[in-house]
Structures are given as C-alpha cells and as structure tokens.
C-alpha cells in the first residue's frame, strides 16, 4: 500500500494540537481525501491496530504518555460551491470557509472567523459562537462507517444535534469526511464586516497562550434553575442569561481562579472559562485544575460543570 510509506511510528502530537500537550502516537499517518483515508483504515484493519481520528486539535486535550494504535490526522483543504452550498472535505479550516463564504456573498459562517479547528471536527462538537453553531448550517454529512465498511451520507436531523453534542460523539464508527453546508445569499461587505468584528472581539478578549477553547460547556438556563433555583434568578436579574444559557466563564471568575496555576497550566487571566499552558503544562496539570474548578462550582453554587473539551 502506498500509505504505508507515509506511516510514521513513535510519533509526537505535541505540534498537532493547539494546547501544545501531546502524546506519543505508535502509529501516525496525514491523509487528505478519501483514497489516503481508506487505504490508512485498511491498514490499521490489517494490523487490528485501533483507529484513532484527530482532527484540527483545537478542543483536545491528549491525557496519555503513549497511543496505541493509528492516529489518523484529517487535513487538507479542498470545497466546491453550487449556488448557496458549500460543500467541503473534513479537514478545511473553520476560519477558511468563513473567508470563502464572504467573498461569495454567503451568510451563516461570520461567527467562525478566527476559531482554530476544521469543518469535520466542529460538526462533531457542533462548534459555535455568538449564539450560532454548526446544527443552523449544516445540510448534509459525509462519513465512513468503519462496521459497514462503507461511505453514508447523513442527513441534518440525524445528525442529531445538541448543544456541543451531536451523534458523531455517540457513534464513533462514523468518520466525518466531507460536510456539506447551506448559506444564505448576503452582501458579501457585510459578511466581511461582521466576521472582522468578530475575529476582533476573539482577539482582543481571548488569552494567546496555547488552550484547548473554552474548557467548560456554557450552563442552561433551565438546568441551572432546577438544581439552584435562586441562583438562577440573581443571574438572570443581573442580565447574565444570554440565549438561555449562562457563561461558565463568569461563574469561575465569581470564584477569584483566574490566574490559578498547577504545574504549567493555568486559568486564564483573560478569561476564566480557558486554561491556558504557560510552558510545560502536562495532562495531569490540566486535569487537576478542571477538577479543582469542579470541585469549586459544586461546592459554592451546587451545581455541575461539565467539560466542553474532549479527552483524547
């Protein structure tokens, strides 16, 4: 197989994430359109190695020294348009399509521009921003069935959608391949306009140093009201229920954590709800403040946080 001689054994994932913790694959390998994918799943089969997917690594965190198996990295950039449709491979940047839908007049992506990660990796965790994610414009879903063996197309509703969930979290024989989105026709100054504001406000509110994004899933407003009813009400009177849900980042922050550190790792002082790696931060790091945070919403508020990053 030609794939083999891309292979890569012991390799580092440090570079591929954008926390910049990594661990060591046994098996890694880059492929960029479906041949390369196949031919990679073929493969691992053949070595009943198991199958791995990393995507554009920006809402990971890598919590083992050593991976077994093969760790597909899906990149590339590829996408064609037919009037309002953009269809792309999985491994196109978020911030890229965001760029191609404003020069074409599209509307529907302005809330990506400048989020770090790829088209397959956001349908998974329905990625979104300012009140808009993935489920408002995505038509249709490639993927490979690794128990069928075979390509399915997907289409919105069963993609089953959720906030920063979606059946692909659920079902991981399915490998997102190819997404395919409905926009709507806008002026493309204005698409333009608002993805610069947008791109802005991350810049100037968003620490620099490497994270993984927001750590902690935004809390709803209905759940929040049945475990702690009147804490509910006071952030609902002081104008902080936004969309029904409430930012984990200002409840943290309630907390004085910003600027906690374990080992490397830290709460940002920019903004509470992101840990940051301030050098050498390791997993364990990582994983000690978020259950330290945990720990500390429960205690105070009574209620869960739960993690919007995934243990990779």
């Known amino acids: 197989m030609q794939i083999e001689k891309q292979i890569k054994k012991n390799f580092d994932l440090t570079p591929f994430t954008t926390f910049r913790i990594g661990g060591q694959a046994e098996f890694f390998v880059i492929v960029k359109n479906k041949e390369e994918l196949l031919e990679a799943i073929k493969w ?58 404003a ?27 300012y009140g808009l994610d993935m489920s408002s414009v995505v038509a249709e879903v490639e993927a490979y069935d690794l128990i069928k063996n075979q390509f399915v197309k997907i289409n919105r509703q069963a993609c089953g959608f959720s906030y920063r969930g979606s059946a692909f979290k659920k079902k991981n024989n399915l490998l997102i391949v190819q997404v395919k989105l409905k926009l709507a026709k806008g002026k493309s100054e204005q698409i333009k306009n608002l993805s ?41 009177a002081k104008g ?27 709460v940002s002082g920019k903004h509470a709800n992101f840990i940051v790696n301030t050098g050498k931060a390791r997993p364990k790091d990582v994983i000690k403040l978020i259950n330290l945070i945990k720990r500390k919403i429960k205690h105070k508020y009574k209620i869960k946080f739960e993690e919007e990053i995934q243990y990779f």
């Open 44 to 101: 691992a089969k053949a070595k009943r190695a198991p199958i791995n997917i990393l995507a554009g690594g920006s809402n990971v965190l890598i919590v083992r020294k050593k991976i077994k198996g093969l760790v597909i990295k899906i990149a590339g950039e590829h996408y064609n348009i037919k009037k309002n449709y953009l269809s792309c491979w999985a491994g196109t940047g978020l911030t890229k399509l965001a760029k191609i839908s």
């Open 196 to 236: 610069r504001k947008n791109f802005n406000h991350r810049f100037e509110t968003l620490p620099k140093d490497p994270s993984a994004g927001c750590v902690f899933k935004n809390l709803q407003y209905k759940d929040v009201a049945k475990e702690n009813k009147q804490l509910a009400e006071d952030l609902a």
């Open 240 to 266: 902080l229920v936004r969309g029904g849900k409430i930012g984990a980042g200002y409840l943290i922050d309630q907390l004085r954590l910003k600027g906690k550190k374990v080992g490397g790792a830290e």
């Open 103 to 129: 020069a074409e007049g599209l509307t529907g992506m302005e809330w990506s521009f400048g989020i770090p990660g790829s088209a397959g990796g956001a349908v998974r965790g329905n990625a979104g921003a």
